[in-house]
């Protein structure tokens, strides 16, 4: 059983900061790829978006629409991503969640996805 908990979200103002945290735990042998996606408002599961991601060796990869904006991170010995989000616009609002490719000790591998945390960026 793995579980993904996410941490972080709030409301703030345009131009504000906020800081979301998903930790991994679990019977986990291994995590590669870690990564948020957002749910905007009226879209359905199917249309979420790719924010960021990190793979366990660092590399990185942004949504151009964040990219100079939001930052992610990663502390493996912890199996928890971050995600520091700088400079917020409104359109920014949106249901965000940690997602990872983690491998149990039993050697099954999948996709795992956390409860969602709501981002709300006022104008």
């Known amino acids: 059983q793995v579980q993904l908990v996410e941490s972080g979200g709030g409301l703030v103002q345009a131009g504000g900061s906020l800081r979301l945290s998903c930790a991994a735990s679990?019977?986990?042998?291994?995590?590669?790829?870690m990564g948020w996606y957002r749910q905007a408002p009226g879209k359905q599961r199917e249309q979420r978006e790719l924010v960021a991601s990190i793979t366990s060796g660092g590399r990185t990869n942004y949504a151009d629409s964040v990219k100079g904006r939001f930052a992610i991170s990663r502390d493996n010995a912890k199996n928890t991503v971050y995600l520091q989000m700088n400079n917020l616009k409104p359109e920014d609002t949106a249901v965000y969640y940690c997602?990872?490719?983690?491998?149990?000790?039993?050697?099954?591998?999948?996709?795992?996805w956390g409860q969602g945390t709501q981002v709300t960026v006022s104008s």
């Open positions: 997602e990872a490719f983690i491998t149990t000790i039993l050697s099954m591998s999948g996709r795992s």
């Open positions: 679990g019977s986990i042998s291994g995590i590669n790829v």
